[in-house]
């Protein structure tokens, strides 16, 4: 039998022992009762110290006596904050063991769960499932391309060729409303007068490439100077061109 066992009264080889949750709660309860111990030691340590001041000129030997009570409560003080600090190890440990156990436990019952629903699977079975649906999909999109592509156009015609054409026609467009716009067309010009033209003293005309100039000579009565003047009438077919 081990040590703890014969401190603690554990059972012989064929004994069950205690649960993972029973020992935490063992060490939870032992936690607690070191806690209160402190306290109380605490209190007395408190005590003691008030003793030993009242009594320290008045009554030297009470007061040698509480403080050394006082150094045995502070002794037995440390102790306990060893011990708390030994069973707080244990007991985190205990408790990641007992974590990691149900940890392993729910992942083994998840493996068995996977392992039933594997069970009637077969991997050649799912690569040729798998090899089947691919080629589905695959004839699915050869039918939706030849549903999408149109039927008796089996021509194919030059792109930049149409883009010519389509700039010849703009072309045209745009030259057509250039000539409506200037409304040569439907625009009535005067002929040309074959007679010649009836003149004023001091004036002049005559048509030089198709555009008739008239000419006016006046002098000034307060100046000696005369003054020229050309007026350029432009001609039917200036007008035109």
Do not use: W
């Amino acid at each position: 039998m081990s040590v703890f066992g014969k401190l603690f009264g554990g059972g012989g080889k064929g004994g069950k022992g205690p649960s993972p949750q029973d020992a935490i709660q063992k060490l939870r309860d032992t936690e607690q009762m070191l806690a209160k111990k402190q306290d109380f030691l605490e209190k007395k340590i408190d005590q003691e110290l008030i003793t030993a001041k009242k009594n320290g000129t008045k009554n030297k030997r009470a007061a040698l006596q509480a403080l050394k009570r006082k150094k045995r409560y502070e002794n037995q003080l440390t102790q306990i904050d060893g011990t708390l600090s030994t069973i707080e190890f244990q007991r985190e440990a205990l408790e990641n063991a007992n974590t990691n156990t149900e940890v392993l436990k729910n992942m083994g019952f998840a493996a068995k769960a996977m392992k039933a629903a594997h069970e009637n699977m077969d991997i050649d079975k799912v690569d040729d499932l798998m090899q089947d649906i691919t080629e589905q999909q695959e004839l699915a999109q050869e039918i939706s391309d030849a549903i999408s592509k149109p039927v008796g156009f089996g021509e194919e015609f030059d792109e930049d060729e149409l883009l010519a054409e389509l700039d010849e026609l703009e072309q045209e467009e745009l030259d057509k409303n250039l000539l409506e716009i200037g409304g040569t067309e439907d625009a009535h010009l005067p002929n040309v007068p074959s007679t010649s033209l009836p003149s004023r003293p001091g004036e002049s005309f005559g048509i030089y490439n198709n555009i008739i100039i008239i000419i006016c000579n006046k002098t000034s009565k307060s100046s000696m100077g005369t003054l020229n003047a050309t007026v350029t009438v432009p001609t039917e077919h200036e007008i035109t061109n």
